[in-house]
């Protein structure tokens, strides 16, 4: 560990299920960037291989504590970690992915000159065995990158049409209260899902995988953190080791698969969150304005075009007068081409 024991303090929480190939690896790459008064808390949930021998190799490390349950899916573990934090800042890490060296300081630096940040988001070093894999993901995350910086509040832009302000759980860190808001949402969350065997066949999608939690943890923590109001900031400079294998739960899937179980989780996700936090439903047109006129938009031209053309239904679904959307479409417009 190293000594600075500055503000922000960590908890990093790391979820395992049957990963003891990369475990230690995962385990090592934050252990050793520890400072005083950080944490490690890891949720093994209910893993039967080796990953019980590995963990017992940690239990007694400063900082460390483990935490076991039944097997009950990642968005559960997560939920369970995150609630055991103890620290200002929750920092998420799969066990099949790792942290790269001076991440937590670059992310406590991030925090320390950004006093109105409450999400950091890294990107990522994609590795992976099977490189048409391995390419196809790193194309799909490089869709989704910002410049440096804050980004500002994408709350309708998440809640109207789901845009993911993120990256994958071992890219994300938050406020710890923010945190503690998110898995304060009902248990419907951790739900299974159940899709038939007939059409996990079409999909070509595992059956073991058809039987895992119907959420991932950063498609729950990164939609609700912007809906919540998260003023999120993006780390170009990479922060974690992405693995890409075959025991993946969805990046190795087909593109029809992934679509298939992003729409399936899309209603569920919407009654849940508006339910539960009592979200006013549609906004009022001076909130979608002010959104889409304030936050920076990702780097790639195409999906900049796509997230507009978002903004542009949801204004015509909004509360306001013909004349209020009118100017809002202006509005749109003319932000669109100081943009590019």
């Known amino acids: 560990m190293d000594s600075t024991g500055k503000y922000p303090s960590f908890s990093v929480v790391v979820n395992n299920y049957n990963y003891d190939k990369f475990l230690a690896a995962a385990l090592d790459s934050a252990l050793h960037q520890l400072g005083d008064g950080d944490e490690m808390v890891i949720v093994d949930d209910g893993s039967t291989d080796s990953s019980v021998d590995i963990l017992a190799l940690y239990e007694t490390r400063p900082g460390v504590r483990i935490i076991r349950q039944e097997n009950q899916g990642q968005m559960k573990a997560v939920?369970?970690?995150?609630?055991?934090a103890k620290a200002d800042v929750v920092v998420l890490l799969d066990s099949d992915d790792a942290l790269l060296p001076g991440y937590l300081q670059r992310l406590r630096d991030i925090y320390n000159e950004n006093s109105d940040i409450?999400?950091?988001?890294?990107?990522?070093?994609v590795r992976g065995s099977n490189p048409q894999t391995t390419q196809r993901n790193a194309n799909y995350l490089a869709r989704m990158t910002f410049p440096r910086g804050a980004i500002g509040k994408t709350k309708w832009a998440s809640l109207m049409f789901y845009e993911f302000v993120g990256t994958p759980t071992s890219g994300i860190s938050l406020h710890a209260d923010l945190a503690k808001r998110i898995i304060s949402m009902p248990d419907s969350m951790d739900a299974t899902s159940n899709i038939s065997s007939r059409l996990t066949k079409v999909l070509h999608i595992p059956e073991v995988e058809a039987r895992k939690t119907g959420f991932t943890a950063d498609g729950v923590i990164v939609r609700a953190a912007s809906?919540?109001?998260a003023n999120k900031f993006y780390e170009t400079v990479p922060g974690f080791v992405y693995r890409i294998h075959g025991a993946n739960k969805?990046?190795?899937?087909?593109?029809l698969a992934q679509l298939y179980l992003r729409q399936n989780s899309k209603k569920l996700f919407f009654k849940t969150i508006t339910d539960h936090f009592n979200i006013e439903h549609p906004p009022r047109i001076e909130e979608l304005r002010e959104e889409f006129e304030s936050r920076?938009?990702?780097l790639r031209r195409r999906r900049r075009i796509r997230i507009r053309i978002g903004y542009l239904v949801a204004i015509l679904g909004s509360q306001g007068s013909l004349a209020q959307k009118i100017a809002g479409i202006y509005a749109l417009i003319m932000s669109q081409k100081s943009s590019v």
Request: glycine share 8%.
């Open 79 to 84: 939920r369970v970690g995150i609630n055991a």
């Open 250 to 255: 969805f990046a190795s899937l087909s593109k």
């Open 296 to 298: 920076q938009y990702v």
């Open 118 to 125: 409450s999400f950091v988001m890294a990107a990522a070093d």
């Open 227 to 229: 809906i919540l109001g």
